[in-house]
């Protein structure tokens, strides 16, 4: 990093775990990514490990409390783990739940953007919901495969669709047909998300989201893909109590699935056009020896951090959607 770049963090007030109501807390939703994942409803992501040889030692990136590292442990995906994260507070719930489950863990504070994975001793690496809060994504896959040996796993559980939440036309005008046939106590309030909340909010969500999967073909092969969707559901279902409530209705339940359907026919299981995916990724370290494409490549991302920092965190020209909402 140089003297003129400064890193992308989440702002002080902002607090992970809220009570808020999430599209994958609708229990039909969970079947359907599970379908999704391992073609089973009962069956989640987390059985796609069974194929590979367990971990040793997990590294988990942005962790968090460390729920997912720590049920990957339980379950024999992993003997142990190394958390990263840069909450200390998040970090004091992870130790006080590891020692209370009995896994042996090792969580660190570190900035994602800036850590180095040198002497962390790891052979799988987790990405749950981690990458998409990344600014510097390229220098930290890279690090990631430098540190990774050659049998290692990179998993990945991740938001890959449009960057802070700004969604495209065509899938925004989709959920707007189909928010407009539904009884009102059964909508959500459907507002696009206003860039400057955003960034003022959590100037690190879905930061650079679009690049994730790009980034990772850069250094990694992708061995296991599975799309889960998300274009269409995943904002119809954000807070909408409403309907959770009336999930077991009749009619709830008609709706609940008409969106469903609506996601599936969009997305038609393709990563380009999915919110959501999980991907096992091999490393490839041939690429670390192109030093002159690695140069070009840091030198593509520090540029585009210095004018982003320049220019109040806007990375990308503004959509069409955004300009629309903004002007109401």
């Not at 590294?59 to 840069?86: F, M, P, Q, Y």
């Not at 997305?267 to 959501?276: H, M, Q, V, Y």
Request: charged share 25%; aromatic share 10%.
């Amino acid at each position: 990093m140089t003297a003129t770049q400064v890193t992308v963090k989440p702002g002080e007030t902002f607090r992970y775990y809220s009570d808020t109501l999430y599209w994958n807390d609708f229990p039909e939703i969970q079947a359907h990514l599970n379908h999704l994942a391992t073609g089973h409803s009962t069956t989640d992501w987390m059985t796609m490990l069974e194929r590979y040889p367990p971990a040793q030692r997990l590294l988990s990136l942005n962790c968090g409390n460390g729920w997912v590292e720590r049920k990957l442990c339980t379950r024999g995906h992993a003997r142990s783990v190394v958390g990263l994260d840069i909450s200390e507070d998040l970090l004091a719930e992870a130790r006080r739940l590891a020692a209370h489950e009995g896994v042996v863990a090792d969580y660190r504070v570190a900035d994602a953007n800036m850590t180095s994975l040198a002497a962390l001793g790891f052979d799988h690496v987790l990405n749950h919901a981690a990458l998409h809060h990344v600014a510097y994504i390229d220098r930290l896959v890279r690090e990631v495969l430098i540190h990774m040996p050659e049998h290692g796993l990179l998993i990945n559980y991740d938001y890959v669709g449009p960057h802070r939440n700004q969604y495209e036309w065509e899938a925004w005008s989709r959920m707007i047909e189909l928010w407009d046939e539904m009884p009102e106590q059964l909508r959500t309030p459907l507002d696009y998300p206003p860039f400057k909340t955003m960034v003022a909010g959590d100037p690190t969500e879905a930061v650079h989201s679009e690049l994730i999967v790009d980034t990772l073909r850069r250094y990694f092969d992708i061995v296991d893909m599975r799309a889960l969707g998300g274009a269409i559901a995943y904002q119809m279902l954000w807070n909408n109590v409403g309907l959770h409530q009336a999930r077991e209705t009749l009619h709830g339940a008609y709706w609940l699935n008409r969106i469903i359907e609506a996601d599936i026919e969009f997305t038609d299981g393709k990563l380009e056009s999915s919110l959501f995916a999980v991907l096992i990724c091999r490393p490839r370290k041939a690429v670390l020896h192109d030093t002159e494409q690695l140069a070009l490549w840091t030198k593509e991302e520090n540029e585009r951090e210095e004018q982003a920092s320049r220019n109040g965190g806007r990375y990308y020209p503004r959509r069409a959607l955004e300009i629309l909402y903004e002007n109401r």
